[in-house]
């Protein structure tokens, strides 16, 4: 896996491609059937990557993996033992780095059964920085069947490499492609990576972390329960391991009476209309998705199943359920300029990552009762009649912390330590009083309400260095 630093999901919906075919009967099978990291590449290294000096290399293999047109398989090592294949456009059309799978990929190609791959990419060079992937540069992902004809294909532009990339870090991207299965060759499918702009003589991108899984597609468009075969595409209702599409433009209420289930992630499409999804609880292996502009809302209860899961929103999402554990201490991540409400009396005990957007606390234990807050270029806005001291929970932010008291008045009486470098901004009508000996470092912003220094509170032990923007009110 990469480092943290790349924004996820900026791709995420950038090639949301599907074969229109009739409806028939599918075998529903569930779960992840395809995984490659690509961290078997074999090639000689030479040179360090211009810009973020990782290491890069030549002349590879990659295991199960062919080569077609002329050049070298190049690759840049992102972390130890951890390669990511770069594909460079040649000088005319048949020189462009070409890989396509060595053998069929079983039980992918079922007729009408629906498939989503997930991948990252990133702009790719090598020591010249004359060669790095321009805006119009990008890598093409084919399906073939077995017999190498091709279901469908798209183009993912990572963006130009100049300015994106820093020291030791490559902005990583997830991209997705959805396709349904043609039933040909036994349901057996091959995936082939190329670059885009023939003759550029530049990378087209990098790309790592490949996977396919099976989706589940409700297409009733109103209201209806999980186990009612034709509210699913082809009447392949969700087992487990099945990643849950919700799409249907008058949107309803999608009711799970599955019991047990396990997903591997649920995603509202980019568009559907608003749904309420209710009914038995939902263990993720996976995140939560709303990828629309339609407010969204998961009534049911979510297990996160032992591992932080991400949520990201480009619409709103309320999740009023209850957001528990399963095991160990799992947390959640905040992604996407949406608003992720959490109004449930939740009791994960993992951290809470704000990346992007405004996570809202619409109960006192939205964000559980333990586990630090981290935030990392989100906001935090407290709900009507919340007023939740969480100041001894927020930890290691590197980004301004973004507290929008929302009327409320609220009252930090621990600390916000010296792991918290960004700085606090208060947001929202209402007062925020620190009544402790806070060490954050960074600058204080006040743009609305009141931000009052209690008796025994100070800003930064005393010894503040930073700067107090006051538009507001400071007391």
Same mark, same amino acid.
């Given at each position: 896996?990469?480092?943290?630093? $790349?924004?996820?999901?900026?791709?995420?919906?950038?090639?949301?491609?599907?074969?229109?075919?009739?409806? !028939?009967?599918?075998?529903?099978?569930?779960?992840?059937?395809?995984?490659?990291?690509?961290?078997?590449?074999?090639?000689?290294?030479?040179?360090?990557?211009?810009?973020?000096?990782?290491?890069?290399?030549?002349?590879?293999?990659?295991? &199960?993996?062919?080569?077609?047109?002329?050049?070298?398989?190049?690759?840049?090592?992102?972390?130890?033992?951890?390669?990511?294949?770069?594909?460079?456009?040649?000088?005319?059309?048949?020189?462009?780095?070409?890989?396509?799978?060595?053998?069929?990929?079983?039980?992918?190609?079922?007729?009408?059964?629906?498939?989503?791959?997930?991948?990252?990419?990133?702009?790719?060079?090598?020591?010249?920085?004359?060669?790095?992937?321009?805006?119009?540069?990008?890598?093409?992902?084919?399906?073939?069947? =077995?017999?190498?004809?091709?279901?469908?294909?798209?183009?993912?532009?990572?963006?130009?490499?100049?300015?994106?990339?820093?020291?030791?870090?490559?902005?990583?991207?997830?991209?997705?492609?959805?396709?349904?299965?043609?039933?040909?060759?036994?349901?057996?499918?091959?995936?082939?990576?190329?670059?885009?702009?023939?003759?550029?003589?530049? $990378?087209?991108?990098?790309?790592?972390?490949? /996977? %396919?899984?099976?989706?589940?597609?409700?297409?009733?468009?109103? !209201?209806?329960?999980?186990?009612?075969?034709?509210?699913?595409?082809?009447?392949?209702?969700?087992?487990?391991?099945?990643?849950?599409?919700?799409?249907?433009?008058?949107?309803?209420?999608?009711?799970?009476?599955?019991?047990?289930?396990?997903?591997?992630?649920?995603?509202?499409?980019?568009?559907?209309?608003? $749904?309420?999804?209710?009914?038995?609880?939902?263990?993720?292996?996976?995140?939560?998705?709303?990828?629309?502009?339609?407010?969204?809302?998961?009534?049911?209860?979510?297990?996160?199943?032992?591992?932080?899961?991400?949520?990201?929103?480009?619409?709103?999402?309320?999740? *009023?359920?209850?957001? *528990? @554990?399963?095991?160990?201490?799992?947390?959640?991540?905040?992604?996407?300029?949406?608003?992720?409400?959490?109004?449930?009396?939740?009791?994960?005990?993992?951290?809470?990552?704000?990346?992007?957007?405004?996570?809202?606390?619409?109960?006192?234990?939205?964000?559980?009762?333990?586990?630090? %807050?981290?935030?990392?270029?989100?906001?935090?806005?407290? &709900?009507?009649?919340?007023?939740?001291?969480?100041? *001894?929970? %927020?930890?290691?932010?590197?980004?301004?912390?973004?507290?929008?008291?929302?009327?409320? /008045?609220?009252? $930090?009486?621990?600390?916000?330590?010296?792991?918290?470098?960004? =700085?606090? #901004?208060?947001?929202?009508?209402?007062?925020?009083?620190?009544?402790?000996? /806070?060490?954050?470092?960074?600058?204080?912003? %006040?743009? #609305?309400?009141?931000?009052?220094?209690?008796?025994?509170?100070?800003?930064?032990?005393?010894?503040?260095?930073?700067?107090?923007? @006051?538009?507001?009110?400071?007391?």
């Amino acid at each position: 896996m990469k480092s943290a630093a $790349f924004p996820r999901f900026s791709l995420a919906r950038a090639a949301a491609l599907a074969v229109a075919l009739a409806c !028939s009967s599918a075998t529903s099978f569930g779960g992840n059937l395809y995984t490659e990291n690509f961290n078997s590449y074999s090639g000689t290294q030479n040179a360090n990557q211009v810009t973020t000096a990782l290491p890069v290399a030549h002349t590879g293999t990659v295991t &199960g993996w062919n080569r077609s047109g002329d050049g070298t398989i190049h690759a840049v090592r992102v972390a130890t033992g951890d390669w990511a294949p770069m594909f460079y456009e040649g000088s005319n059309a048949a020189g462009n780095n070409i890989i396509t799978t060595a053998s069929t990929i079983a039980l992918t190609n079922t007729a009408n059964q629906t498939y989503r791959v997930t991948f990252q990419v990133a702009p790719g060079v090598y020591a010249n920085i004359n060669e790095a992937t321009g805006s119009t540069d990008g890598v093409v992902l084919s399906l073939l069947t =077995g017999a190498n004809a091709t279901i469908t294909s798209g183009t993912f532009l990572p963006g130009a490499f100049s300015g994106q990339a820093s020291s030791g870090n490559l902005p990583f991207q997830n991209a997705a492609f959805d396709y349904v299965g043609t039933g040909s060759d036994s349901g057996a499918l091959r995936l082939q990576f190329a670059a885009n702009n023939a003759g550029a003589q530049r $990378f087209a991108g990098s790309v790592d972390n490949v /996977n %396919i899984v099976t989706t589940a597609l409700w297409n009733n468009g109103t !209201s209806g329960n999980w186990s009612t075969a034709g509210n699913w595409r082809s009447g392949a209702i969700p087992v487990n391991s099945d990643l849950v599409l919700i799409n249907g433009t008058s949107g309803g209420t999608s009711t799970n009476d599955i019991s047990n289930l396990t997903i591997a992630g649920l995603e509202f499409m980019s568009g559907a209309g608003s $749904f309420t999804v209710s009914g038995n609880d939902l263990t993720l292996s996976d995140g939560v998705t709303n990828a629309g502009n339609s407010s969204q809302t998961l009534a049911t209860n979510l297990i996160l199943g032992g591992t932080t899961r991400v949520f990201r929103t480009v619409g709103n999402l309320t999740v *009023s359920g209850v957001i *528990s @554990n399963g095991s160990g201490s799992p947390g959640l991540t905040k992604n996407g300029t949406g608003t992720l409400t959490l109004s449930g009396n939740n009791t994960y005990n993992g951290t809470t990552t704000l990346n992007a957007g405004t996570v809202v606390i619409g109960h006192a234990n939205g964000l559980g009762t333990t586990g630090n %807050i981290t935030f990392s270029g989100g906001g935090l806005q407290y &709900g009507s009649g919340i007023t939740q001291d969480l100041s *001894s929970r %927020i930890k290691n932010s590197g980004s301004a912390i973004l507290v929008d008291t929302n009327s409320n /008045n609220v009252t $930090f009486a621990s600390a916000v330590d010296s792991t918290n470098s960004g =700085g606090l #901004t208060k947001n929202g009508t209402g007062t925020l009083t620190l009544n402790a000996t /806070n060490t954050y470092t960074g600058t204080t912003t %006040i743009n #609305t309400g009141t931000l009052q220094i209690g008796s025994a509170g100070l800003l930064g032990s005393g010894n503040y260095s930073g700067n107090i923007a @006051n538009s507001g009110s400071f007391v």
